[in-house]
């Protein structure tokens, strides 16, 4: 019980150091906080953008997140609990930023994303972003996804 107690202490106050929307020191793995917006980083090598495909999905892919195809963002194929609430930085693909920005972070948002980019090519580089929930204090909510206490 004391190591379980010394290992939140120190990883509440690792949350507490962290800009709430910067990678954390951590490869893939970032803290958001209730109500706030959130960048999940996605850079790589500058690549050709032709025919460019950028997605973002949640918890094995089963949740579209963000579509961005044919030069514009693919709003009907995006599951309902993020529209309106997800943006990609199109102008900043041309130096490798295929990042996405999660608005209004809400308890249910924690989990792992993960992040396709294609191109005519047939470049596919992929990878997972892990997002930690954090209420407003800082504090990580307990529970397991989608079921808080």
């Known amino acids: 019980m004391i190591i379980f107690q010394s290992f939140l202490l120190i990883s509440l106050q690792h ?13 893939g793995l ?3 906080t209730v109500g706030q917006n959130v960048t999940l ?9 032709e025919k460019l495909m950028v997605s973002w999905t949640f918890e094995n892919q089963s949740i579209k997140v963000h579509l961005y195809r044919n ?3 693919d709003e009907d194929s995006q599951h309902s609990d993020y529209k309106k609430r997800t943006s990609v930085f199109p102008d900043q693909f041309k130096h490798g930023n295929f990042s996405l ?3 209004n972070v809400t308890k249910k948002d924690e989990g792992t994303y ?6 005519k090519d047939g470049l596919k580089k992929s990878g997972n972003i892990t997002l930690h929930v954090v209420d407003k204090n800082g504090s990580p909510l307990i529970g397991t996804p989608g079921k808080y206490l």
């Open 71 to 73: 030069e514009g963002d």
């Open 15 to 27: 949350v507490m150091d962290q800009d709430t929307n910067q990678q954390t020191g951590r490869p």
């Open 41 to 49: 980083q996605c850079k790589l090598e500058e690549i050709p953008l």
């Open 101 to 103: 920005e999660l608005a």
């Open 30 to 32: 970032i803290y958001g």
């Open 114 to 119: 993960t992040w396709a980019v294609h191109n």
